[in-house]
C-alpha cells in the first residue's frame, strides 16, 4: 500500500510538471552540478551526480534503532527536488517507521546548495526519485525524469496488460449474505424463528420498523449455527443444492452474489365455490450480492399466474385499475386476463444497500415496508403491491430514526388523466426510543401530497426532521394529508412483552369535550402481547392483538390524497370503521413448523350504491365530502359485518438457505353483513390448499 502511494505521488507530481510546462529530459542542458563535479564534461555530469549523492547519503545517514530491533528489511524511496537555487527539498517520503523518514529528510538537509540545472541558459528545478534498501545496503540508480513519449509508451505498454492482470480468483463463499446490509425477506413465519432473541430484557434493538437487516439480527441469532443444526447430509450436487445450499455463489476479490430459484406452486379446492380448483404457479430468479465494503443489492423477479378462491378474486377485481385490465392481485400488483378465469401477474422487487458505517443505512428499491411489533400495522404494512421507495436509518445511542420517502399510484378512473395512472407521494419519519431495558417509545408521522399543478416531489417534505403537520398547513390543508402516531412495547420479562399503536389523522378538542361524537375525530389503536417458549414449550409463540379504527380514518377531502397505494390500504388491510381480535400459535421444531390463526372481527361497509350511495367510513378512498354527517359518526356505523377467519397451516422447510417449503392449509372464513349487496354479502368459505413455496413474503388473504 505504501508504494502504491508513492508511485500515485509521483505521477501527480510529474502531470503537474508536464501542466506547468516544466523541463524533461530532452529540455535540459546540463545535470545539477556538485563541487566535486565542476571540472567534469557535461555528458558525464549526470554519472558525477548520481555517484557523488548516493556518496553523501551512505556516509551521513545514521540506521534507525528500530531498524536492528524488529530485524527490518525493505526499502525507502524518496522524492526529492534540485530548485532553481541549487538546494535539495525533499517531496515526499515512502517508509514503514517514521524514524526512517525523519533520518532521511535529516540527510537531504546536509546537503549543500549546487548549481542548478539549467533550460535554455535560464535555471530550472527537477525531480528525482532514489531507493534505499533496509538495512543500509547499496542505492539503486536514481530515477531522473521520463520524457513524454517515455510516459505514454509506458501506459500503453500497462493498458495492454490490464485485462490479464484482473483477479479473476475465486473463494469459498462463507455465507457472506448473513454479514450483509441486504435485508431479511419479511415473512412472519420467518421472523418467529428469531424474534424472542431479538426482544429479550436488556437488548438494545430496535424491532417495529421492518425488514430487518442481517448484520443487525446477526447480533442476537446465529444464522449459521442455525443453519448447521438444519443440515442435512447430502453428497451429490443435486442434494446439496435441493437441501442445503444456495443454486449459485460466487466471491472474488472485493465481491460475491448468490442465485436462488424462486417457486410458488399451489393447488387448492374452493368447497362449494364457483370455480372447480384454486391454483397459483409463480417461478422466479432472486440475486443477492454485495460490491466492496458496506454496498449490497438484491432483485427479485416472479412470473405469476393464478386463480384463488371466490372471495379473493371478488376483491381483486373490485379493486381493479382503470384502462382495461381486470384486477389487481392483493399485496401483488395488476394483472392481465389468463385463459377465461385465471390472472397473470408479473412482478420485480429489487433495492441497493448501502452502509458507510454503524451508524447509518440507506436503501432505494422497488418493495413494501412495516412498521410496527404486531401482525398488523396501523401505520405501515405490507399487505399492498410494492412501490417505488428511499429509505434512511440512522441508529445511534438507544435511538433508531427511519425516514422512508414513497413514490404510489392512484389507479381509479376519476384520477385517471389521460391513460395515466395518478402519482402521489408519501414522506414517513419513525423514531424508536428505547428508553429502559424494558420501554420503547415509538414517534412516527407522515404526509400523503399528489402530483398536481406540477407540484412534483416536494421538496419541503425531504427534510428529515421537520414536522409535517407544520409543512401541510403552510401549503394548505388540502395539499397534503398529514397522520401522526405514538408506538411502545414493553418486555415483561424474557418471554412476555406486550405492544401497542395509537394513529390520528384528524380530531376536534371541541367536539370531544361537547361528546357529539363527530366524524373529525379520526384515530384507531392496537393493543397486543407476545408469550415466547409458552408454558416452558420452547419455539412456541402465542400472540393476541386488538386493532380498532374509528370511520373516515386515513381518508382525505381531497379525493387522491387518501393513505392508499393501488386501491389498497396502506395501513390495515380493512382500512377503517373496524374492530378485531387476532389470535396466532406458532410453532417449529426442526424443518417442522406449524402456524394457526383466529380472526373475528366487525366492519362498517357501504351499503348498494343504487340504494345508499353516502360513505360510512370503510372506505379509505371516497373523500370525505361524501359522509353521512358531521356529528353522531360511530365506530360500525353503516352495514355492519361479522367476520371469522380460521387458518391453520403446517409445513417442512426443503432448503432453510431459500426458505422454500412444503405446506398445507385449510381456511375458513366467514363473512355475515347484516344487508347483502352486490360486493359484500353472506358467505361461508372453507378453501383447502397445499404446494411448495419459497417464503419470501407475506400474502394476506383474511379480509
Not at 12 to 18: G, K, R, S, T
Not at 492 to 497: E, L, S
Request: glycine share 8%.
Amino acid at each position: 500500500m505504501q508504494r502504491l502511494k508513492a508511485s500515485i505521488y509521483l505521477l501527480i507530481f510529474l502531470a503537474f510538471q508536464f501542466a506547468l510546462g516544466q523541463t524533461s529530459n530532452n529540455d535540459y542542458e546540463k545535470y545539477p552540478v556538485f563541487k566535486e563535479c565542476e571540472n567534469v564534461d557535461i555528458a558525464d555530469l549526470e554519472n558525477c551526480f548520481n555517484t557523488t549523492l548516493r556518496t553523501f547519503i551512505n556516509s551521513n545517514f545514521k540506521e534507525p534503532e528500530i531498524v536492528s530491533k524488529e530485524k527490518y528489511t525493505g526499502e525507502l524511496v524518496v522524492l526529492f527536488e534540485v530548485t532553481k537555487e541549487g538546494k535539495f527539498k525533499v517531496l515526499y517520503v515512502d517508509a514503514v517507521y517514521e524514524e526512517l523518514k525523519t533520518e532521511i529528510k535529516r540527510v537531504f538537509g546536509l546537503l549543500p546548495t549546487v548549481q542548478p540545472s539549467t533550460y535554455s541558459g535560464k535555471p530550472a528545478y527537477l525531480q528525482f526519485t532514489i531507493k534505499l534498501e533496509i538495512p543500509l545496503g547499496s542505492l539503486e540508480a536514481i530515477e531522473k525524469p521520463k520524457t513524454l513519449e517515455e510516459k505514454e509508451n509506458e501506459l500503453e505498454s500497462v493498458a495492454k496488460t490490464e485485462f490479464d492482470t484482473v483477479n479473476d480468483e475465486l473463494v469459498p463463499y462463507e455465507d457472506e449474505l448473513y454479514a450483509s446490509n441486504l435485508n431479511i425477506p419479511f415473512s412472519h413465519d420467518m421472523y418467529a424463528y428469531f424474534d424472542r432473541q431479538i426482544n429479550l430484557v436488556g437488548t438494545n434493538s430496535h424491532t417495529a420498523s421492518k425488514p430487518y437487516l442481517y448484520n443487525t439480527v446477526s447480533n442476537y441469532y446465529d444464522f449459521n449455527a442455525q443453519q448447521s443444526k438444519l443440515k442435512k447430509q447430502a453428497s451429490s450436487w443435486v442434494g446439496r443444492k435441493l437441501w442445503n445450499e444456495h443454486l449459485v455463489t460466487v466471491k472474488g476479490e472485493n465481491y460475491w452474489f448468490v442465485l436462488d430459484p424462486i417457486l410458488d406452486l399451489q393447488l387448492g379446492k374452493n368447497t362449494g365455490g364457483e370455480v372447480d380448483y384454486t391454483y397459483n404457479n409463480t417461478r422466479g430468479l432472486q440475486v443477492q450480492g454485495g460490491l466492496g465494503k458496506g454496498f449490497n443489492f438484491g432483485a427479485t423477479v416472479f412470473e405469476s399466474q393464478g386463480r384463488f378462491a371466490d372471495y379473493v378474486n371478488r376483491y381483486a377485481e373490485s379493486i381493479r385499475p382503470a384502462g382495461g385490465n381486470p384486477a389487481i392481485i392483493p399485496g401483488r400488483g395488476i394483472a392481465k386476463e389468463f385463459k377465461t378465469d385465471a390472472y397473470d401477474y408479473p412482478v420485480a422487487e429489487g433495492y441497493i444497500s448501502y452502509s458507510p458505517n454503524k451508524m447509518f443505512n440507506v436503501q432505494f428499491g422497488h418493495g413494501r415496508n412495516f412498521i410496527g411489533d404486531g401482525y398488523r400495522s396501523l401505520f405501515v404494512s405490507d399487505a399492498v403491491s410494492p412501490y417505488p421507495y428511499l429509505k434512511l436509518n440512522t441508529s445511534f445511542w438507544k435511538i433508531k430514526y427511519t425516514n422512508t420517502w414513497m413514490w404510489l399510484r392512484d389507479v381509479r378512473p376519476e384520477v385517471n388523466e389521460d391513460g395515466a395512472f395518478l402519482t402521489k407521494y408519501i414522506a414517513n419519519h419513525f423514531l424508536s426510543w428505547n428508553v429502559s431495558k424494558k420501554l420503547n417509545l415509538g414517534f412516527f408521522e407522515s404526509v400523503i401530497w399528489k402530483n398536481d399543478n406540477n407540484r412534483g416531489f416536494d421538496i419541503n417534505y425531504v427534510n428529515p426532521i421537520i414536522f409535517y403537520r407544520a409543512i401541510e398547513f403552510s401549503t394548505g390543508s388540502r395539499a397534503g394529508n398529514a397522520i401522526v402516531g405514538l408506538s411502545s412495547k414493553y418486555k415483561w420479562n424474557d418471554n412476555v412483552n406486550f405492544y401497542g399503536q395509537f394513529i390520528l389523522d384528524e380530531f376536534s378538542l371541541n367536539d370531544i369535550k361537547a361528546g357529539n361524537q363527530s366524524w373529525k375525530n379520526k384515530f384507531g389503536f392496537q393493543l397486543g402481547a407476545k408469550y415466547y417458549n409458552a408454558f416452558k414449550v420452547d419455539n412456541l409463540l402465542l400472540q393476541l392483538e386488538y386493532n380498532q379504527v374509528r370511520p373516515y380514518t386515513y381518508s382525505h377531502n381531497e379525493v387522491a390524497t387518501n393513505y392508499g397505494h393501488n386501491n389498497q390500504s396502506l395501513a390495515h388491510l380493512w382500512g377503517a370503521n373496524f374492530r378485531e381480535v387476532v389470535g396466532i400459535a406458532r410453532y417449529n421444531r426442526d424443518r417442522w413448523y406449524g402456524s394457526a390463526k383466529l380472526i373475528y372481527g366487525q366492519r362498517g361497509l357501504d351499503f348498494d350504491p343504487a340504494i345508499d350511495n353516502a360513505s360510512y367510513g370503510s372506505n379509505i378512498f371516497i373523500d370525505n365530502d361524501n359522509r353521512i354527517g358531521d356529528t353522531g359518526v360511530e365506530l360500525l356505523q353503516g352495514n355492519k359485518t361479522n367476520v371469522l377467519i380460521g387458518d391453520l397451516n403446517v409445513g417442512y422447510i426443503v432448503n432453510p438457505k431459500t426458505n422454500l417449503k412444503i405446506f398445507a392449509n385449510v381456511t375458513y372464513r366467514s363473512f355475515n353483513p347484516d344487508a347483502n349487496t352486490l360486493v359484500d354479502f353472506k358467505e361461508n368459505t372453507t378453501w383447502f390448499n397445499f404446494g411448495i413455496r419459497t417464503d419470501i413474503f407475506n400474502w394476506y388473504f383474511d379480509f
